[in-house]
């Protein structure tokens, strides 16, 4: 019975680490930690970018193996923390296996303290767009009308969330709102503003940066399959918001300001 239950915390803590954007060495470097509290001779964890396989042995039986299929995936640190946290406390006996697995599915369905509501997306979204325009040398007229784009994709991204829009359709749209209304920007505010600036600014939090870099360390760590994965997953990502951009000036560019992508 410990080994199943011991089965199971460690398929829900690789779960919620890879569905929050952990690298696939990291979850199964944790999922490993987990399993050798086990009494089982041979213990195998194996973790690609859309599944999840583990397995244990004991002598003299057949193996007890779980598989588990992944297909939402995001960016959460905060949560990749949290279960560390618990990964470590079981190992180190702080905590039995049952209130690990408590643990988990409480990071799991979200009833902990985190910073969940929309007004904190909408308003993080604003301010990283203000930021990022501040950082490539925006004017102050520019940071002004950075914090409208900015509110604008914020409310576009919060929308896509609760319609639940395939990201890379949601990527397209939100790219190409932030730059028809910066267009509208550009042509109507009577001051002068950098609009490349501010369009710039604003696709960066959809930038797949942190995708591209768990590409690398996978690859480096000798897992092919899944970094080549997750670099294919980033520049269809970076294509739609290439495309939402190129729609966007195209259709409203040269209606406004004369200029177009093509």
């Given at each position: 019975m410990k080994d199943e239950q011991l089965m199971e915390t460690a398929m829900l803590a690789g779960e919620i680490m890879l569905c929050s954007g952990a690298e696939t060495y990291r979850v199964e470097d944790t999922m490993s930690h987990i399993l050798k509290n086990a009494d089982a001779e041979q213990k195998e964890v194996l973790v690609m970018m859309t599944g999840i396989m583990a397995?244990?042995?004991?002598?003299?039986?057949?193996?007890?193996?779980?598989?588990?299929r992944v297909t939402d995936r995001g960016t959460n640190l905060n949560r990749v923390v949290r279960v560390n946290e618990v990964s470590r406390k079981l190992c180190s006996g702080e905590i039995t296996v049952e209130e690990a697995y408590k643990e988990l599915k409480n990071i799991?369905?979200?009833?902990?303290?985190?910073?969940?509501?929309?007004?904190?997306?909408?308003?993080?979204?604003?301010?990283?767009?203000?930021?990022?325009?501040?950082?490539?040398?925006?004017?102050?007229?520019?940071?002004?009308?950075?914090?409208?784009?900015g509110a604008l994709l914020?409310?576009?991204?919060?929308?896509?969330?609760?319609?639940?829009?395939?990201?890379?359709?949601?990527?397209?749209?939100?790219?190409?709102?932030?730059?028809?209304?910066?267009?509208?920007?550009?042509?109507?505010?009577?001051?002068s503003i950098n609009m490349d600036t501010i369009i710039i600014s604003a696709i960066m939090p959809l930038v797949p940066g942190v995708a591209i870099t768990n590409a690398v360390r996978d690859t480096l760590q000798g897992d092919y399959?899944?970094?080549?994965?997750?670099?294919?997953?980033?520049?269809?990502?970076?294509?739609?918001?290439?495309?939402?951009?190129?729609i966007g000036m195209m259709l409203f560019g040269s209606k406004f300001i004369g200029r177009t992508v093509l």
């Amino acid at each position: 019975m410990k080994d199943e239950q011991l089965m199971e915390t460690a398929m829900l803590a690789g779960e919620i680490m890879l569905c929050s954007g952990a690298e696939t060495y990291r979850v199964e470097d944790t999922m490993s930690h987990i399993l050798k509290n086990a009494d089982a001779e041979q213990k195998e964890v194996l973790v690609m970018m859309t599944g999840i396989m583990a397995s244990l042995k004991k002598e003299g039986q057949k193996p007890s193996t779980l598989i588990k299929r992944v297909t939402d995936r995001g960016t959460n640190l905060n949560r990749v923390v949290r279960v560390n946290e618990v990964s470590r406390k079981l190992c180190s006996g702080e905590i039995t296996v049952e209130e690990a697995y408590k643990e988990l599915k409480n990071i799991a369905s979200g009833r902990y303290k985190e910073f969940t509501s929309p007004l904190y997306h909408f308003s993080a979204t604003m301010i990283a767009v203000i930021g990022f325009t501040m950082m490539f040398g925006g004017k102050v007229n520019d940071i002004w009308a950075s914090a409208i784009v900015g509110a604008l994709l914020g409310i576009s991204m919060e929308v896509g969330r609760k319609l639940e829009v395939h990201d890379f359709v949601m990527d397209a749209i939100s790219s190409m709102v932030i730059t028809v209304f910066s267009v509208l920007l550009k042509a109507y505010l009577p001051v002068s503003i950098n609009m490349d600036t501010i369009i710039i600014s604003a696709i960066m939090p959809l930038v797949p940066g942190v995708a591209i870099t768990n590409a690398v360390r996978d690859t480096l760590q000798g897992d092919y399959i899944t970094g080549g994965s997750r670099m294919l997953e980033a520049f269809i990502k970076a294509a739609s918001i290439a495309l939402g951009v190129g729609i966007g000036m195209m259709l409203f560019g040269s209606k406004f300001i004369g200029r177009t992508v093509l």
